[in-house]
């Protein structure tokens, strides 16, 4: 084995054993402050292939505050959408889609959103860790206004054994928003962690971390999302 080759592997390992964990401390933390909204998100996710190139995902999303968990507005929090991509090659995929919300995480009023988005996967593998990266843009029509938003996310997804299909994955995703009086940015850190009950149904449950408007000399807002999602 020449001394690259090792010093890749060596990295691998040490993402896989050190940097979940590291992950889980910040978030963990994170739990305990008294600034953070605490919200569960329930979701749905149905995948097929149209084609060998094409393919679709189509997803429904509740949200309910942990805070104030008999929250009679939940589905105002409901969110659902509908992606697209396309293959160009192994690793290499564009796509886009739509999505559809009332109102937002920290906002009981509805403000309806209606949101077209386009994408690019970037997606390769190096010693049984799986990465990909996805920069999408978004053209967000909300009743307060018209916004445009970049997304960039790292992904990275470690098999817990090689023959059971179940998987840890930890992400990170960068936001900036330009609407008509504002900029801000976002920052969201997700880990979780994945139970394949059989080839066609698939259960993750996680954590993400959302530092929200960063940017904001008043400081950010900061929320923890519990996850769970089943798709097949």
């Known amino acids: 084995m020449d001394v690259e080759t090792y010093n890749v592997k060596r990295i691998s390992y040490l993402l896989r054993y050190l940097g979940i964990p590291l992950l889980f401390f910040v978030l963990a933390k994170d739990v305990n402050s008294q600034n953070t909204e605490r919200i569960w998100g329930p979701s749905v996710t149905y995948s097929w292939d149209q084609t060998d190139l094409i393919s679709f995902k189509l997803k429904a999303e509740l949200f309910t505050s942990l805070n104030n968990f008999n929250n009679t507005n939940v589905l105002k929090h409901a969110e659902s959408s509908l992606f697209f991509t396309y293959k160009l090659k192994n690793g290499v995929k564009i796509g886009g889609g739509y999505l559809y919300r009332q109102a937002s995480l920290l906002n009981s009023t509805p403000l309806h959103e209606n949101r077209i988005t386009e994408q690019l996967d970037l997606s ?57 009086n504002d900029f801000s940015g976002d920052n969201r850190i997700f880990i979780g962690y994945g139970i394949t009950l059989n080839n066609d149904l698939v259960l993750e449950f996680g954590g993400e971390h959302r530092t929200n408007d960063f940017l904001e000399l008043s400081g950010p807002n900061h929320i923890f999302l519990f996850t769970t999602d089943i798709s097949f």
């Open 124 to 180: 390769g593998s190096v010693f049984g860790v799986n990465s990909s990266h996805r920069i999408r843009l978004e053209q967000r029509m909300r009743t307060q206004g018209f916004a445009n938003r970049g997304r960039y996310r790292l992904t990275m997804k470690f098999p817990h054994k090689n023959k059971s299909g179940n998987y840890f994955k930890a992400s990170d995703e960068v936001l900036f928003s330009l609407d008509e």
